[in-house]
């Protein structure tokens, strides 16, 4: 029976210990990770901004679009 409550109260340590450390340590785990992610937004965001600066500015004039042909709005009748 003493060995049952031994195992009881070693299982309940262990679980209070992980609890102890996770709010310890979650926290700075989160700050590393959000960290990283503005890094690699920032370097996305300056590719993007060298690549539009790198192309070939386009004409003023806008392109002629096709003309298809007349569109109908039509109305129910009831």
């Excluded at 003493?2 to 609890?19: G, M, N, R, V």
């Excluded at 996770?22 to 590719?47: D, G, I």
């Excluded at 901004?49 to 009831?78: L, W």
Aim: glycine letters at 2%; aromatic letters at 8%.
């Amino acid at each position: 029976m003493s060995k049952l409550i031994e195992e009881i109260i070693i299982i309940l340590i262990i679980i209070y210990a992980i609890k102890f450390l996770a709010r310890l340590l979650l926290p700075v785990l989160a700050k590393k990770v959000v960290e990283k992610a503005s890094e690699q937004f920032q370097q996305q965001q300056n590719q993007y901004q060298n690549t539009q600066q790198n192309q070939a500015p386009k004409s003023d004039k806008p392109r002629e679009t096709k003309k298809v042909g007349e569109y109908i709005d039509y109305e129910e009748i009831e």
